[in-house]
């Protein structure tokens, strides 16, 4: 990649809007870092297998290749590279509107990485393509998570009829859809029910990802923390990855304060107990009360 050897590519993953960007943004302005969010080419391919997760089951040389193949691209660094990232990516860069890039310096530069948004639903195909890895997955109050999603027009549109296949894919990681339980329930479940599932969906996932990967290959931040003491995430950051890493992009003390637990006063009593019948086990076993 750029004429260097990719190793121990950093891959930042978690439900949607669960606070991966933010861990994504600091590793971008950290030296030696190149971190992508949201390539084009590398969405595609993640949410090719991340929504038809048949596509890599039985596959996984021609897939971990696709994957391989996808950060390629991603990671290629030029005076126009950055015109195919997204906003969010050249905004995490410090790149002015209208302004080419590139968005890394050459010099220096060792370490590559990716926080694209539903990453965490190809992770196993990520680990095959990269198997020197290192995973580090944000967990959020599932409550804030499903508020945010609700406020996001982009996450609400995988539930369109046209959009979701979980009847011809199942199962359905990608909309947490993993029995026929699930299956027949999808039909009758509100946006709230559907949001909560994919976040159950996620941190299902999550756990099975720490149970086959090595503790020193996977680190789990809360955002909670995160927003709560940057400084310590940073630090955990940096013992993890062996970079130097910046402080995430947080919320002043004080707004952090206010935007966790916002689900309380965004979140209706009914919708809450929607939240509650599809998510509350996995609330409670995080801790989250």
């Not at 369109?160 to 296949?165: D, E, F, G, K």
């Not at 995160?226 to 990855?241: E, K």
């Amino acid at each position: 990649m750029n004429a260097r050897n990719v190793t121990r590519p950093v891959f930042v993953i978690g439900a949607p809007h669960s606070g991966a960007e933010s861990v994504g943004r600091a590793l971008k302005i950290s030296p030696g870092f190149h971190v992508t969010i949201g390539h084009h080419v590398v969405l595609q391919a993640v949410y090719g297998f991340a929504r038809r997760p048949s596509l890599y089951s039985g596959r996984g040389d021609a897939a971990a290749a696709v994957i391989r193949d996808a950060f390629a691209q991603g990671w290629q660094i030029g005076p126009t590279s950055c015109l195919d990232c997204t906003p969010q990516c050249r905004s995490a860069a410090g790149l002015r509107d209208g302004e080419v890039g590139p968005c890394a310096e050459l010099r220096g530069l060792n370490r590559f990485g990716d926080a694209s948004p539903d990453l965490a639903y190809c992770a196993e195909a990520l680990v095959a393509a990269f198997p020197d890895a290192l995973i580090v997955q944000v967990v959020r109050d599932g409550r804030d998570t499903v508020a945010a999603m609700l406020a996001d027009p982009m996450a609400m549109s995988w539930f369109r009829p046209s959009v979701v296949n979980i009847e011809t894919e199942f199962p359905n990681p990608f909309y947490g859809v993993e029995d026929e339980s699930d299956r027949l329930t999808w039909p009758s479940l509100s946006d709230v029910g559907k949001c909560a599932l994919r976040w159950r969906g996620a941190i299902r996932l999550a756990a099975r990802l720490r149970r086959a990967l090595a503790p020193d290959q996977l680190k789990t931040l809360r955002y909670e923390d995160m927003a709560r003491d940057p400084g310590a995430a940073a630090a955990t950051l940096t013992s993890f990855t062996g970079s130097k890493i910046a402080a995430p992009v947080t919320p002043s003390t004080k707004r952090a304060k206010l935007e966790q637990n916002q689900w309380r006063r965004t979140l209706s009593f009914s919708q809450l107990s929607d939240i509650e019948k599809v998510a509350g086990e996995e609330l409670r076993r995080l801790g989250y009360k």
